[in-house]
């Protein structure tokens, strides 16, 4: 059976008892600030399990593409090392909201796993909850008579609240879970290892392992810890694709299914090494395999590796698989960027957004590939050096050996690997302790603690800010405090709200709230969480139980509108002067300005710009009116012209925003009339990803502001040509005189350095037999011209035999070093670069170079005297 018939089965099954197939949700998680990736299948359900909306079935089944770096079994730094474990993976799931329960759970997954799918019945075993006396909790007897239907006492197990209670965070709903494992052994191997797989269950064997998870939500953990029964019970399974792949092909590898084979042979074909030959060999290609799927989804869902959040994830997991590439398997150029039409071949039918983004997507890797194997060249470099100053103790210190794990992604048993074929070895607590310090950091700056909920009123918040910036007699349904780095935050959330919450690139509304007897509060900022409008309050209300007006500020609502419906303009007019190539890559729009960022393969020209600018401008000046449909079927608004952006997760129904030809997908706040928006103008253009460019711009009133600014500067410029009339005449005519300048200042410098040279070589003392020439002494004093001197003593260099130049000089009064070997001295063995070092300790710096020349600089201009002599003592010995 092959993975995409194992995966259209699961489908077609819980098809049958009437669950509703879905598609995946975005890898990229967006509207949910406590995650950053889709973690489980369960993501693109959470607003319902919160009870924030209503689910439009009762039954739901789907393939989701998961993504996880952290937590139990899912260290990164882990992954290629076992045979079972990934970034990126497929959950199979299935769901009921408030319908069917654990029987029905359990009945399904037998039915599956050994009607449909044929697994032996006698290598199955599950979990049950055993109870938490912590909690309050018993044995989960309906689960444990359930599988007595199918299995016996002895292959079901008892498990703690560690392994079957799932949560989904601090708080929030949770409940027993049951895990079903299956033993992959064969009978030879029982029978050798006399251990019954029972006795293997949840210890981390190869061979005896978890394929699916079924929890029975049931409770919700508050804030203080306690336990509260759901009124309406929920199923969430989860059961990892890839292993039950292996399962059902009878591999005991996840890589030897034909989810991985095809890509393995790839790489061996571009690498020229062959799976498994070697085990270093098969651990990278194994971590290159699952990266190239994290790395490549991601893109495809709209996130560009970067150093911030998200983006920082996918480039460390990118940067790991170009290091093994590089390290075990010889490959010095771009080689992610070649796997992925392999990658298309296994996975594009499934998942349609990776061939329609191929070309993206292999810009973008082989850029970031190009960039690491450059930052790879700087950190051997930095590695030399920390060998070189740690020559005497031959250890890599922890804070040298995190700098490079950090700043340059030398995981630390590249470090180790370098070290040790030096004969040196690395400070593992020492960096070990660095490690843990920036974890701490990291959590730190993102420790949240949430309050409970207090409810006063059930139901759903409505949205109203389409129509109105005003809403009365609004109900305060919940509100809670959160705390986020030491600042405490009011959270609101009312039956009927006009105000925005962060969405889609839009920032949220500001605002104040003003109760029935008078109180009036203001609202910071708002915000979209898992489908619920979360009001930022300056305070708590003092009677949650009166009636509300709720007030946008309108002005402000307005610049954001005008700038929204602005980037729709331009979305059409770059797609009409660039191609229709051009995708939006993402957005961010408040009251002030606008930023636009979409595909295209190299930079606008200042013509383009301009154009982009007058078409723009036009479609203000043409005053087109907005025509939205709110509540149109996807089919409905494909077929009205409208543009799905990958990446996005679009509901059953759907708004279309309309202006003129431009017709897209939105929920946001846009203008009523494109004359509204007054002016637009680009301020900036740049590239922020291989294939992805970035327009910054502003309408309106800062348009003005920026035109007005530029206008100014003009005017100042030409007050300093005595507003000549041609000014780019007068600062081109400037500028040529200044490089004319600028070439005969360097043509005197060259003859003073010449005839300082030749002064200099006449001045040699001899010292241990090597003509030794001091610099920063008699007649040259140390406040010799430091940029003469460096020119005069690397003429030098290459004139004269066994020669040392030593020099100790001032520059802007920072003491600075100079050290010269001629070729000669360089041949028999002197390092410049490493000899100065020691002579740099007397000005308190530091420095390096090449064998035949090097410098350093510090700070103790009172040392350079000490410093020179210390230059000529280590030279001549």
Not at 43 to 58: A, E, M, P, R, V
Not at 99 to 110: C, H, N, P
Not at 169 to 175: K, L, N, Q, S, V
Not at 312 to 331: E, K, Q
């Amino acid at each position: 059976m092959t993975s995409k018939e194992i995966r259209q089965k699961f489908l077609d099954f819980f098809a049958s008892k009437g669950h509703s197939i879905v598609p995946s949700a975005p890898m990229v998680v967006k509207g949910d600030p406590t995650l950053m990736f889709t973690n489980a299948g369960m993501n693109q359900f959470k607003d319902i399990f919160l009870g924030n909306t209503t689910s439009k079935f009762n039954r739901a089944a789907d393939s989701q593409k998961c993504l996880r770096v952290s937590g139990k079994h899912n260290d990164l730094e882990e992954v290629g090392h076992d045979t079972y474990h990934h970034t990126m993976f497929e959950m199979l799931g299935n769901w009921s909201f408030g319908d069917y329960f654990k029987t029905e759970a359990i009945d399904w997954a037998w039915e599956l796993l050994t009607e449909v799918y044929g697994i032996d019945k006698n290598i199955l075993y599950a979990t049950v909850f055993e109870g938490s006396e912590e909690d309050g909790t018993t044995l989960d007897e309906e689960a444990r008579q359930a599988w007595l239907k199918y299995l016996p006492e002895d292959h079901i197990l008892l498990g703690n609240k560690h392994d079957n209670f799932w949560e989904m965070g601090d708080t929030g709903p949770c409940g027993p879970c049951s895990e079903i494992h299956v033993d992959i052994r064969s009978e030879e191997e029982k029978l050798a290892s006399g251990i019954p797989g029972r006795e293997l269950v949840n210890k981390s064997d190869p061979h005896v392992i978890e394929i699916w998870n079924l929890v029975f939500m049931q409770y919700e953990r508050k804030a203080d810890g306690h336990l509260e029964n759901l009124p309406a019970k929920n199923i969430d399974t989860g059961m990892g694709f890839e292993r039950l792949c292996a399962v059902l092909q009878g591999k005991n590898s996840n890589y030897d299914t034909d989810v991985f084979t095809g890509m393995l042979s790839k790489i061996g074909e571009l690498s020229g090494h062959k799976y498994g030959e070697d085990k270093k060999t098969d651990v990278a290609m194994r971590v290159i395999a699952d990266h190239i799927r994290t790395i490549c989804f991601a893109i495809a869902d709209g996130q560009l590796p970067s150093n911030a959040k998200a983006g920082y994830v996918i480039r460390r997991i990118l940067r790991r698989a170009v290091r093994y590439g590089y390290t075990f398997l010889g490959f010095n150029e771009p080689f992610l960027c070649r796997l992925l039409p392999q990658l298309i071949s296994d996975m594009g039918e499934a998942y349609p957004e990776l061939p329609a983004q191929q070309k993206l997507i292999e810009n973008v890797v082989r850029e970031e590939e190009l960039a690491f194997l450059r930052t790879l060249d700087r950190g051997i470099k930095l590695m030399d050096e920390y060998m070189a100053k740690s020559a005497d103790t031959k250890v890599i210190g922890g804070v040298d050996a995190f700098t490079l794990y950090d700043t340059f992604g030398f995981p630390i048993d590249l470090t180790e690997l370098i070290a040790t074929e030096n004969a040196y070895t690395v400070d593992l607590e020492g960096f070990k302790a660095e490690l843990q310090k920036q974890k701490e950091r990291a959590r730190n700056a993102t420790a949240n603690e949430f309050g409970d909920w207090v409810e006063y009123r059930s139901g759903e918040s409505e949205f109203l800010g389409y129509d109105s910036t005003e809403v009365e007699d609004a109900q305060l349904l919940k509100q809670r405090i959160v705390k986020q780095k030491n600042k405490e935050m009011i959270q609101l959330a009312f039956d009927r709200t006009p105000f925005y919450g962060e969405m889609g690139g839009e920032v949220g509304d500001t605002g104040f709230i003003v109760s029935e007897s008078g109180e009036k509060i203001a609202i910071t900022d708002t915000i979209k969480e898992n489908g619920l409008t979360i009001h930022i309050a300056e305070k708590m209300p003092s009677d949650p139980s009166e009636s509300f007006k709720l007030s946008v500020d309108a002005e402000r609502r307005q610049r954001i509108a005008n700038n929204h419906s602005c980037t729709h303009l331009l979305d059409e007019v770059l797609r009409e002067v660039l191609g229709t190539h051009v995708e939006q890559k993402g957005s961010y729009v408040c009251d002030k300005y606008l930023r636009f960022d979409f595909s295209h393969f190299e930079k606008m020209s200042d013509a383009q710009i301009r154009e982009v600018e007058h078409k723009v401008n036009a479609l203000i000046r043409r005053n087109l009116a907005l025509e939205e449909k709110r509540d149109a079927t996807m089919e409905e608004a494909l077929a009205m012209g409208a543009i799905a952006l990958f990446g996005e997760k679009y509901g059953d129904k759907v708004r279309v925003v309309k202006f003129g030809d431009s017709v897209e997908l939105c929920g946001g706040c846009h203008t009523s009339r494109t004359g509204n928006i007054g002016y637009f103008q680009i301020v900036s253009e740049s590239a922020i990803a291989a294939g992805v460019r970035r327009i910054e711009a502003v309408t309106g009133f800062e348009a003005e502001m920026c035109s007005e600014s530029a206008q100014e500067t003009i005017r100042t410029m030409k007050s300093f040509f005595k507003n000549i009339p041609d000014l780019p005449g007068a600062i081109q005519k400037l500028i040529n005189e200044n490089a004319n300048y600028k070439k005969q200042a360097e043509a005197f410098a060259k003859q003073k350095a010449a005839e300082y040279a030749k002064e200099l070589s006449t001045r040699g003392q001899n010292i241990n037999g090597i003509n030794v020439i001091a610099i920063g002494q008699a007649k040259d004093n140390i406040e010799a011209d430091p940029v003469v001197v460096k020119d005069a003593t690397m003429r030098l260099q290459k004139e004269l035999q066994n020669t040392v130049i030593a020099a100790a000089v001032l520059a802007e009064d920072k003491p600075q070093l100079i050290l010269v070997y001629s070729a000669d001295l360089v041949a028999k063995g002197k390092n410049a670069g490493k000899d100065i070092r020691e002579a740099a300790k007397l000005i308190l710096g530091g420095g390096g170079g090449q064998p035949g020349f090097a410098t350093a600089g510090g700070k103790n201009a009172e040392g350079l005297k000490d410093a020179l002599a210390k230059l000529i003592e280590i030279a001549t010995n």
